[in-house]
T-cell receptor
Framework: NAGVTQTPKFQVLKTGQSMTLQCAQD?????MSWYRQDPGMGLRLIHY???????DQGEVPNGYNVSRSTTEDFPLRLLSAAPSQTSVYFC????????????FGQGTRLTVV | AQSVTQLGSHVSVSEGALVLLRCNYS??????LFWYVQYPNQGLQLLLK??????LVKGINGFEAEFKKSETSFHLTKPSAHMSDAAEYFC??????????????FGKGTKLTVNP
């Protein structure tokens, strides 16, 4: 099993550009989430999904869009990149339930100049 | 709303010494609690989790944690540190009333350094 796969691993964007971070999981997990990690801030939830066609906002959703058309994929779109979105982005997936383990991808390191 | 506090953003120990990483949570109901480890330039890997089955939880790589409801704590320990334990450690909480593991709330992390 590949687990949770994120692409690309690294990206440099110019301010105002848009892009999509890809996330795919092959574990048939219902739950998927996007987090951003900034130094000294831990991980903060951007958006999450509890199943295909269902998404909701997390703690820091501004400037990001998501959709979930299939169980496997959960792309994160940056609409108009800003330097404040420079961060490391992690996608995670898990089975239904609060007690279940979240599996994380390897991350995408994004720099906005 | 849930929150997680990790005391000490950096902890330094000698190889062979006890490792103690502190985590306190705030939640209206007994939560589910997790410890994750992140090695440099890697994703997060689960060390252990508390899901109310037992208050003392054993995880991978010799780590364990004890859930203390009266102290709202879930501290991570390892009797003898190894150089390979150098990493960043995150405590996370999931509130059974507010959602599942799709909405983890993380602490800010503790970076563990192990000195030879």
């Amino acid at each position: 099993n590949a687990g949770v796969t994120q692409t690309p691993k690294f990206q440099v964007l110019k301010t105002g550009q848009s892009m999509t971070l890809q996330c795919a999981q092959d574990m048939n997990h219902e739950y998927m989430s996007w987090y951003r990690q900034d130094p000294g801030m831990g991980l903060r939830l951007i958006h999450y999904s509890v199943g295909a066609g269902i998404t909701d906002q997390g703690e820091v959703p501004n400037g990001y869009n998501v959709s979930r058309s299939t169980t496997e994929d959960f792309p994160l779109r940056l609409l108009s990149a800003a330097p404040s979105q420079t961060s490391v982005y992690f996608c995670a997936s898990s089975y239904r339930g609060g007690w279940t383990e979240a599996f994380f991808g390897q991350g995408t390191r994004l720099t906005v100049v | 709303a849930q929150s997680v506090t990790q005391l000490g953003s950096h902890v330094s120990v000698s190889e062979g010494a006890l490792v103690l990483l502190r985590c306190n949570y705030s939640s209206s109901v007994p939560p589910y609690l997790f410890w994750y480890v992140q090695y440099p330039n890697q994703g997060l890997q689960l060390l252990l989790k508390y899901t109310s089955a037992a208050t003392l939880v054993k995880g991978i790589n010799g780590f364990e944690a004890e859930f203390k409801k009266s102290e709202t704590s879930f501290h991570l320990t390892k009797p003898s540190a190894h150089m390979s334990d150098a990493a960043e450690y995150f405590c996370a909480v999931s509130d059974p009333l507010e959602g599942g593991s799709e909405k983890l709330v993380f602490g800010k992390g503790t970076k563990l350094t192990v000195n030879p």
